[in-house]
């Protein structure tokens, strides 16, 4: 939290120190200091999130989803990113309905999640996927990159708030840590968890189930 409120502050009393007058740096240091007061904001959203979900604040909206249609919206959100690193994106499943009883809001916090850090942590001209494994109960959702990976000693503890790998990589990559803590109690709402799959300069695999929907109550 502090490092974007430093980097604001830093920008917008060099600005009133005299740097507004200068037109070559004026637009630069708004720039810079709107974009860590943007980046603020997702950490405080982030945050929020966190403890509503655990005091309970935020009752799950469960409703009867289009799981393929999800994803797809949240694959459309990282295009631009991804070709920014020369990444594939890639969605598989074929264009079918995948019908899961899901919080659709919630759902796509966690898409959204793990899609971003597949993206933040592979490098250029690597591969990002979301695949699916529909079973007769549930829905197995995977998200699949060709990162650096993640050693096995830290595998058990990346869902812990704030707990990232590599420090130093990570806060390059303006990261806090809360991403994959968010994953892990929205799918505890949904009576799920995430499960990863890491080799170390490979890539690495997170995944997690849903509960399909009926056909009964399908309504279609
Ligand atoms: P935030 O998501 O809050 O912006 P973050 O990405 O650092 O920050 P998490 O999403 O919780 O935090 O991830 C925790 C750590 O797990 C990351 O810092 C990174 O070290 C590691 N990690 C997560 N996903 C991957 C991945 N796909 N490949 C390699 N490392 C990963
Ligand atoms: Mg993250």
New binding site residues.
């Given amino acids: 939290m502090k490092t974007p409120i430093f980097a604001a502050q830093g920008f917008v009393h060099t600005l009133l120190d005299g740097a507004v007058n200068d037109k070559n740096v004026r637009g630069k240091f708004l720039k810079k200091a709107a974009k860590s007061l943007d980046g603020l904001d997702v950490l405080v959203q982030?945050l929020l999130t966190l403890s509503q979900i655990e005091t309970g604040d935020i009752k799950m909206r469960f409703e009867h989803i289009d799981l393929y249609k999800l994803s797809h919206e949240v694959i459309d959100q990282f295009e631009e990113k991804a070709a920014k690193k020369n990444i594939r994106l890639k969605l598989e499943g074929g264009n079918h309905k995948i019908a899961v009883y899901a919080d659709w809001q919630r759902i796509n916090q966690v898409l959204t999640?793990l899609v971003s850090?597949?993206i933040?942590?592979t490098p250029e001209g690597g591969e990002v996927v979301v695949s699916f494994d529909v079973g007769k109960k549930n829905v197995t959702t995977f998200i699949t990159?060709t990162?650096?990976?993640?050693p096995p000693q830290h595998l058990s503890r990346?869902f812990e708030r704030f707990?990232?790998?590599?420090k130093s990589r990570?806060r390059e990559k303006?990261?806090?840590?809360?991403?994959?803590?968010i994953v892990k109690h929205i799918l505890e709402g949904h009576n799920s968890k995430p499960e990863v799959e890491s080799t170390l300069g490979k890539g690495?695999m997170?995944s997690f189930k849903l509960q399909r929907s009926k056909p009964e109550s399908d309504g279609e």
Avoid: H, P, Q, W
């Avoid at 990162?147 to 993640?150: N, P, Q």
């Avoid at 707990?163 to 590599?166: F, G, I, P, Q």
């Fill in positions: 982030d999640n850090n597949a933040n942590y990159d990162g650096e990976g993640i990346i707990y990232r790998v590599d990570s303006g990261g806090t840590g809360l991403g994959l803590a690495s997170f």
